[in-house]
């Protein structure tokens, strides 16, 4: 059984994510999301992973699950017996960044592959601090987050 995982800080998941994970829970028979801990985010580690763990189960997709974590990707890929990391590329913008985080993993945990999927067109324009700006701007953005998420966005705004 080969078991991948998905690491990000998803703040919040986008479509261009879910694209990702679509695809990977074709390729691999298990697909782990871990939503990585970060104090500079908009939405809490819980938020991030709830908002993650409801996009896949509206998606359908049955071999996805959903977990948080804190520390070192690899560790945690060690402690869940995952055999490859996938990470989406949308430009040579993230080729460099991801490049490097690819080197540093596997000169830690050279048993661990790192793996990465081409975003689909449609996705290419999206990030998560431009699903934020227009968010907090007003901007419709729900045709661009899974259902639930512009919610949620709308509601972190409302007060500020
Ligand atoms: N489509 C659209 N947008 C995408 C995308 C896709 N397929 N893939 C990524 N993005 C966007 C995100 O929305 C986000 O945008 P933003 O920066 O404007 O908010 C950005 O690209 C990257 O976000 P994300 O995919 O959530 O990942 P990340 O780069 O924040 O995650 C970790 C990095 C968490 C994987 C990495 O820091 C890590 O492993 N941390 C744990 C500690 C560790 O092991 N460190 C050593 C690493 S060598």
């Known amino acids: ?39 500079s985010a908009l939405f809490s580690t819980d938020e991030r992973q709830q908002l993650f763990a409801d996009a896949v189960e509206h998606a359908g997709l049955h071999n996805v699950r959903v977990i948080s974590f804190a520390g070192l990707t690899v560790d945690v890929a060690r402690e869940n017996g995952v055999h490859a990391l996938v990470r989406g590329l949308r430009a040579i913008t993230d080729f460099s960044a991801e490049f490097d985080m690819a080197l540093m993993n596997r000169k830690m945990a050279p048993d ?43 509601e972190k705004f409302k007060n500020r």
């Open 112 to 154: 661990v592959e790192s793996v990465y999927l081409m975003t689909a067109l449609e996705h290419l324009f999206i990030s998560g601090s431009r699903i934020r700006e227009l968010a907090g701007l007003g901007h419709p953005i729900d045709d661009l987050v899974p259902p639930g998420v512009a919610e949620a966005l709308a």
């Open 1 to 39: 059984m080969t078991v991948a995982m998905y690491p990000g800080r998803f703040d919040p998941v986008t479509n261009g994510h879910m694209d990702i994970v679509t695809r990977a829970a074709e390729i691999f028979d298990r697909v782990i999301v871990a939503v990585a801990d970060s104090r």
